[in-house]
């Protein structure tokens, strides 16, 4: 056990600016979550949340949403983005492609990142159990509560940590970069949909991001610890790529 810390520690001031962002990213969502969960418990931020929503609907008639009938149906679209089906589809083909690479131990951490943050996010949502939104008619069909927001709290997950697996693999910093953006716009987008159709309140959003994001970074830190002190077979066609 103690040469475990002793070469977690050796690893994190080797890879000190790839473990500071992790941390960081981390302690962010962990704060930015419970602080909103604070505020949601408490109605603070109700008003808030309110003249968001209402905001994203036409004047005089909460029960059109801004913009021609074409937008809305392109929200359904990206919504979907994040749904549980899309999700485990996107999951279960890169944990079967690693699993086929021989890369058995990434494909388990992909997997188990995933099944747990749905686990916790399920389970918080039946412990804070608050209510959809009902000041406008939903866009899109809906069957759990509303905080937080799954869709923006496993997009946000699943798409970061696709990317990042990604990114460790590919030698040029731009195309690195571009494979951690795009999972970025697409939590973005498909968190923003789910309040434009009416369907969560800002701040389940915004506590589903910060859920997601810390979620996704515990995990990628925590295999990487793992890879670096039992020396795991994951590493794919370049060493340390992430590190640099």
């Known amino acids: 056990m103690i040469q475990f810390f002793l070469d977690s520690f050796r690893w994190i001031v080797r890879n000190e600016l790839v473990c500071v962002g992790l941390l960081l990213a981390i302690t962010l969502g962990t704060w930015g979550f419970i602080s909103i969960a604070q505020e949601v418990l408490e109605g603070d931020i109700h008003e808030t949340d309110q003249k ?47 699993y086929f690479a021989k890369q058995h131990w990434i494909a388990l951490f992909v997997v188990s990142a995933v099944l747990s943050g749905a686990l916790v996010s399920t389970l918080m949502k039946s412990g804070f159990d608050r209510p959809r ?15 937080p927001s799954g869709h923006s709290a496993m997009s946000s997950l699943v798409y970061l940590t696709l990317g990042a697996l990604l990114a460790r693999a590919e030698p040029n910093r731009k195309t690195r970069a571009l494979l951690l953006v795009v999972p970025l716009c697409l939590m973005v987008i498909v968190g923003a949909s789910r309040v434009y159709l009416g369907v969560h309140w800002p701040t389940d959003v915004i506590a589903g991001w910060a859920f997601g994001v810390s979620w996704a970074a515990a995990s990628w830190l925590i295999l990487r610890t793992l890879e670096r ?3 795991l077979p994951v590493e794919t066609t370049r060493d340390h790529s992430l590190d640099t």
């Open 229 to 231: 002190h039992y020396h």
């Open 133 to 147: 939104p009902d000041l406008v008619p939903h866009g899109t069909r809906v069957y759990t509560k509303s905080f």
């Open 52 to 98: 968001i929503l209402m905001s994203m609907r036409t004047a005089g008639d909460p029960t059109d949403p801004l913009g021609p009938s074409w937008f809305e149906e392109m929200a359904r679209d990206i919504t979907a983005l994040g749904s549980v089906a899309v999700l485990m589809i996107f999951t279960m083909t890169m944990a079967a492609y690693l």
